[in-house]
């Protein structure tokens, strides 16, 4: 596994991770679906808790909405995922 510092990305694995799926591709062993399952409950009041494949979240609202501000929000998340 390559070591990468922080704050840089380390663009040789990603390269490598797409010449790795581009030869499944030629070898007919990528069909170019992909299945992700994320599931989610309800601890208390608007605190959730829920996981995609081996990560676990857990989400909240702040006060003014009723919640603990125990976790980050919902949109909180989206917009972190905008950034990726």
Known sequence: MTEV???KIDLELGKQALDETREKIERGEWDGKATLRATAKVIS???LEGRIGRFQFACDEPPNRGGTDRAATPLEYFLMGAAF
């Open 5 to 7: 510092s922080k704050g």
């Open 45 to 47: 009041g608007t605190y």
